[in-house]
């Protein structure tokens, strides 16, 4: 299993990234301003960047640490990558099932099932531990409709009813997703999801937190010996991660949904955190990211009991456990995918 190591985000977007020795330094206007050594360095994740010297994205290249590029508002620019280390065998016969849509079917339902279920999970749970303070009959009822969509899902050999069927049960998860926000109401509130561009806060939030979560996901698959590019559900489509967009699905809700929930209602980040632009897209400021991401890097540390596997692992290890035992079914050692199931 790849061991949990650290992600270096640079969010100030006037600095320069350069290499000397086994350190990387932040330059502004030509003068360091930091120095990070790079041997305990997963990913580097820049927001903004006035740019990256050759020198380091080859020194990360070849020692296959990640360096993403994303704008000031978190959308992906480009991910830089060094040579592909898996076993081509590994990697044939992906792309021989990608292009197989019944056998696409058959992975990509799990993917999904693991999304439904999770999502179920949160409902039930909702339901448990805030009785008073939410429509119970409504959550019940939702809870219902998911477990119906997942009798549905776990026959369909179709992707493109897969895909209708996963559309079904969001619709009915967002649908109550508002009444999870216990906090702020006034200033904190989902009626629908918004992503290019997000015109509210929480779909800022959301689509900050998936951002992050799919580049976890791609690392995860390209350290197993995936490409994430060619995936199952998501097809292919020049520069998006479709695999790593197939696997993160189950991850969604239980991980980047249930993160956000917790940073409005613990008050962790208030409307202060917000600039809407004048063509209503919402943005994180600047002070407000550091603190998201400082808690997301807090969040993968937290440890948790794998449901499949039976080992304590940290949350941050989940994306990994999960490309390692999509690895392992498609090597055949594995009768089927096993997807990440939450209790």
């Known amino acids: 299993m790849k061991k949990l190591l650290n992600t270096l985000f640079i969010t100030q977007p006037d600095v320069y990234l350069s290499l000397d020795g086994d350190n990387v330094v932040i330059l502004k206007d030509q003068q360091a301003l930091k120095r990070f050594p790079s041997h305990n360095l997963e990913s580097i994740v820049t927001f903004g960047y006035t740019g990256a010297s050759p020198a380091l994205m080859g020194y990360c290249a070849e020692r296959n640490i990640s360096l993403l590029f994303l704008t000031q508002s978190g959308r992906f620019l480009a991910r830089v ?8 065998i590994l990697r044939k016969k992906q792309y021989r099932f990608s292009e197989d849509e019944e056998i696409s079917a058959r992975i990509a339902r799990n993917f999904i099932i693991g999304k439904i279920f999770n999502h179920k999970w949160m409902i039930e749970r909702m339901t448990r531990d805030y009785p008073l303070r939410i429509d119970v009959a409504a959550f019940k009822d939702i809870s219902q409709q998911l477990s119906v969509v997942i009798q549905d899902v776990r026959t369909c050999d179709d992707l493109e009813r897969l895909r209708g069927l996963e559309g079904q049960a969001a619709i009915s998860y967002n649908r109550i997703f508002d009444q ?105 400021t600047d002070e407000a990211r550091k603190t998201f991401l400082s808690a997301w890097q807090n969040k993968k540390q937290e440890k948790i009991t794998h449901p499949y596997l039976g080992e304590k692992i940290q949350w941050g290890l989940v994306p990994h456990a999960q490309a390692l035992l999509l690895a392992r079914y498609l090597r055949g050692d594995l009768d089927e995918y096993p997807p990440f199931l939450w209790k």
């Open 81 to 88: 990558i060094g040579q592909s280390r898996g076993n081509v």
């Open 180 to 284: 999870m926000i216990l906090q702020q109401k006034e200033d904190f509130y989902f009626h629908s999801r918004s992503r290019r561009p997000p015109l509210d806060n929480v779909n800022a939030m959301l689509s900050f937190a998936y951002t992050l979560l799919a580049h976890d996901t791609a690392s995860a698959l390209e350290g197993v010996g995936l490409d994430a590019y060619v995936g199952f559900l998501h097809r292919d489509r020049p520069g998006r991660v479709s695999l790593a967009l197939d696997l993160m699905e189950e991850l969604r809700g239980i991980y980047a949904d249930r993160f956000v929930l917790s940073l409005i209602n613990k008050k962790v980040v208030n409307k202060e955190a917000f600039i809407k632009k004048e063509n209503g897209s919402v943005l994180m």
